[in-house]
C-alpha cells in the first residue's frame, strides 16, 4: 500500500542505512485500518525490538503521511518463522513499554511500569553501581533517603530501566503506594490537556494529592518550557513537602540543562545525583550473556565476549546487536548464533564503533553526549551549555589526536588557536579539580576508543 511505501521512506530518511536494513527491510505491511495499522515481521525478534524500539518513529511517520497516528501491531510471519520452538524459550514477561502506548491524552492514575525492567535483570558494574545503589535504598525508604534520586546519564544507558525497577520493587514492597511514572514530555502533554479542557483541578489533584511516588523519566525536555517548569516546580514542592518519593533521570547534569530556572535546579540537587557512565567490559559481557539467556538465544561464548568487545557506545545497541542477530540467524535457520556468522552479520556496526579516531568523530560523539548540534559546537556561542562541550572536544582532539592547535582552531569553525590553547589548559585543570569533569571525560575516552 502507497501510505506504507511512503511512510518506509520517510522511515528510511530518519536512520542510517544499516540500522533502517537491519530492522526494517524484512517489514511488511499487513494490514491499514482506521487507525490500525497491523505490520507483519519475521520473527518474535523482529517483534519484540520494533515495537520497543520504533514505534514512535512508525507512528510519526504514518502521521506525516496521512495525518493520522496509528495504534501499531506487529504480526509473526507464520510462513518465514523458523521454529523458534526449537530455542529455550523466554519467559513471558514481554509487555509493550510505556512509551509504545497510544490513544487518549488523560492516562492520570494508570500505572504504566513496564514489568520488564526489574532490579534482577540489571547488571551491575562499576560504571553504574552508585545509581544502583541509590535506586535500592529508595525503596526501602520511601521519601526519606534521597529526594529527589537525579539519576543522568548518556542515551540507552539504564535510566528507564532503573526508574521502572524502582516502580515494580515499590509496588511489590508497598502495593498500597500509589506510583505514577511519566515522561516529562508527557507531563508537559497532560498538563497542556488539562489547561485546554478546564481539568487543571483534576491536574492538580492527581500529580499533587493522589500520587505517592512520582518517577519522572528524562526531565531535561522541560528545557525552556516556561510554563511545564512552573507547573513541575508547584507539583515537586507539593510531594516533597509532603515526603513523598520523587525520582527524576536526565541525558544532563542538572547544571548543564539549558534554559531550566534556577529554582528548579537547586532543588534537583537537594537529594542524590548519581550518574550512569557507560559500562566497562566485564559488564557488557555480563550484559550480553544474561539478555541472550532470557530471550532464549543459544549464544557462544566467544560470540558474546565478540560483541561486548565491539560494540562500547551503550548498552542499547549492544542489546540491539544481539536481538539483531539472533533474528538473523532464525531466518537464516540457524539455532546457534556462531562466531562467523556474527562477524558476519555485524561487520559494518563493527566498522563503524572501531573506525579510526578522526576530529569528526571526536566532534560527533561529544555532540551527541552532551546533545547539542555540531553547528553550534563549531558556532561562537559562548553559553555554558555549548561552549563547555566545545572545550571538551578540543581538549580530546588534541589529546586523542595530537592535532596542532591551529588546525583545531580551524576544525571548530575557524578559530583562534589561543581559543584552542585556552579552552585544552581549562579543562586539563577541571579534570584535576572536579570530579564531575573527570567522570565525563573518562567516559567520552571509553567511548571514543581512546
Ligand atoms: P536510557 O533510559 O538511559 O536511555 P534504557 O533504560 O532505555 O536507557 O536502557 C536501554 C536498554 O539497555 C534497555 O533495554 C535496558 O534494559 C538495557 N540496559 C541498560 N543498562 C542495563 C544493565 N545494567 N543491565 C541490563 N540491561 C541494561
Ligand atoms: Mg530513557
Not at 37 to 46: C, D, E, H
Not at 116 to 132: D, R
Not at 289 to 310: C, H, N, R, Y
Amino acid at each position: 500500500m502507497e501510505v506504507w511505501e511512503k511512510s518506509l521512506s520517510w522511515i528510511q530518511g530518519k536512520l542510517n542505512s544499516q540500522v533502517y536494513e537491519a530492522w526494517f527491510s524484512p517489514v511488511e505491511l499487513d494490514e491499514f485500518a482506521g487507525e490500525r495499522l497491523a505490520l507483519r515481521v519475521p520473527n518474535k525478534f523482529f517483534k519484540e525490538w520494533l515495537s520497543n524500539n520504533y514505534v514512535d518513529l512508525i507512528q510519526e511517520a504514518v502521521w506525516t503521511e496521512t495525518g493520522v497516528k496509528p495504534q501499531v501491531k506487529f504480526v509473526v510471519s507464520e510462513d518465514s518463522a523458523v521454529d523458534l520452538a526449537n530455542l529455550k524459550t523466554s519467559p513471558p514477561t514481554v509487555s509493550a513499554r510505556p512509551q509504545a502506548a497510544t490513544g487518549s491524552s488523560i492516562t492520570w492514575g494508570e500505572v504504566k511500569l513496564n514489568r520488564k525492567y526489574t532490579f534482577k535483570n540489571f547488571v551491575v558494574g562499576s560504571s553504574n553501581q552508585l545509581p544502583h545503589a541509590a535506586s535500592l535504598a529508595v525503596t526501602d525508604m520511601i521519601g526519606t533517603k534521597y529526594n529527589p534520586l537525579f539519576v543522568y546519564g548518556g542515551v540507552g544507558l539504564g535510566k528507564t530501566h532503573l526508574v521502572h525497577a524502582i516502580g515494580n520493587e515499590i509496588r511489590k514492597k508497598r502495593p498500597e503506594l500509589r506510583i505514577c511514572y511519566i515522561s516529562s514530555e508527557q507531563f508537559m502533554n497532560e498538563f497542556v490537556w488539562a489547561l485546554r479542557n478546564d481539568k487543571m483541578d483534576l491536574f492538580h489533584r492527581h500529580f499533587r494529592r493522589e500520587t505517592d511516588v512520582l518517577l519522572m523519566d528524562d526531565i531535561q525536555f522541560i528545557a525552556g518550557k516556561d510554563r511545564t517548569q512552573d507547573e513541575f516546580f508547584h507539583t515537586f514542592n507539593a510531594l516533597h513537602s509532603q515526603n513523598k518519593q520523587i525520582v527524576l533521570t536526565s541525558d544532563k547534569y542538572p547544571q548543564e540543562i539549558p534554559d531550566l530556572e534556577e529554582r528548579l535546579r537547586s532543588r534537583f540537587q537537594w537529594g542524590l545525583i548519581a550518574d550512569i557512565q557507560p559500562p566497562e567490559f566485564e559488564t557488557r559481557l555480563a550484559i550480553v550473556k544474561k539478555k541472550a539467556d532470557d530471550e532464549g538465544i543459544l549464544l557462544p561464548d566467544e560470540v558474546a565476549f565478540f560483541l561486548a568487545k565491539s560494540i562500547k557506545s551503550n548498552v542499547r545497541e549492544l542489546e540491539g546487536s544481539l536481538i539483531n542477530l539472533a533474528a538473523h540467524a532464525s531466518l537464516d535457520g540457524r539455532r546457534v548464533v556462531d562466531i562467523d556468522f556474527a562477524r558476519e552479520t555485524l561487520k559494518k556496526v563493527i566498522a563503524i564503533s572501531s573506525a579510526p579516531l578522526t576530529v569528526e568523530s571526536v566532534q560527533e560523539t561529544v555532540c551527541k553526549h552532551f546533545n547539542i548540534s555540531l553547528v553550534d559546537l563549531k558556532s561562537p556561542k559562548r553559553q555554558r551549555s555549548i561552549a563547555f562541550p566545545r572545550q571538551v572536544a578540543m581538549y580530546l582532539c588534541r589529546k586523542g589526536l595530537n592535532a596542532s592547535f591551529p588546525e583545531l582552531g580551524q576544525r571548530f569553525g575557524g578559530k583562534d588557536h589561543t581559543t584552542v590553547l585556552a579552552a585544552c589548559r581549562k579543562i586539563e585543570k577541571q579534570i584535576i579539580q572536579d570530579v564531575d569533569t573527570r567522570s565525563r571525560i573518562e567516559a567520552l575516552e571509553r567511548l571514543l576508543g581512546f
